[in-house]
């Protein structure tokens, strides 16, 4: 486990990070897997794929895969057996970012319907292909912004802003409309809606989210400082 300490200079306070990487000494064997992702017909351009081993009923980031070519392909070499679920996203720098949820294997946007890898050969077949935002031409007048934050130790040793969270704005027909992705402070913003009523759901992955419900309306088109909190194991 590494623990990374960051003291705000101006507030004085303390932000934290933690990764935890798991090293199993057991005489097991170690494959290679591994797959492509495309946005489309065309593989991705810039973006990072996450790899989560399932422990009991821990889902715990071990690995992640940066793409540094053009054909979208991940890996993850000598890779112990066991179970494990994949995620891609887009990088922030991605000309399509935005414009695809984040998708897990095989082609789902919640971590809980993703597909459980079990890794007991080598595959370079796991495939991704993202999920279309296909509601991103908005003209509406309503606006949402907030913040999500870890709760104070109570998210595995995180604390203060979250930064590259993806928020997904379902509607009432639980259809997703919009998404966005927090920035450095926390911050996330989803505008141009139209005035009904909505559901904002934060995926994090092994986190359970409580969607928050929403309403905007002719007289109320702007709700701010909406926070989301991420605990132990829940988002809410």
Request: overall charge negative; some cysteine.
């Amino acid at each position: 486990s590494l623990s990374i300490v960051v003291e705000d200079s101006i507030s004085l306070e303390p932000y934290i990070s933690t990764i935890v990487k798991i090293v199993d000494v057991k005489l097991k064997n170690y494959y290679h897997l591994g797959g492509h992702i495309k946005a489309g017909y065309f593989p991705i351009d810039k973006g990072e794929a996450y790899l989560y081993k399932i422990e009991n009923k821990d889902y715990i980031i071990i690995d992640t895969a940066f793409f540094n070519d053009t054909l979208g392909f991940y890996l993850f070499p000598q890779l112990i057996e066991g179970n494990y679920i994949v995620k891609a996203d887009l990088d922030p720098s991605s000309l399509l970012f935005n414009d695809y949820l984040q998708t897990y294997y095989s082609n789902k946007y919640f971590w809980e319907e993703a597909d459980t890898i079990f890794h007991t050969f080598t595959s370079t077949e796991y495939d991704i292909n993202m999920i279309p935002n296909d509601n991103q031409y908005l003209s509406g007048p309503g606006k949402l912004t907030g913040k999500i934050v870890y709760d104070v130790g109570q998210s595995g040793g995180n604390t203060g802003p979250a930064c590259n969270i993806e928020i997904i704005l379902f509607d009432e027909n639980d259809e997703p409309i919009e998404i966005c992705h927090s920035d450095e402070a926390g911050s996330f913003l989803l505008d141009k809606l139209d005035l009904q009523s909505y559901n904002i759901h934060a995926e994090v992955t092994g986190n359970y989210t409580i969607p928050l419900n929403v309403v905007l309306e002719p007289g109320n088109t702007e709700i701010d400082k909406i926070t989301l909190i991420i605990s132990n194991s829940l988002v809410h």
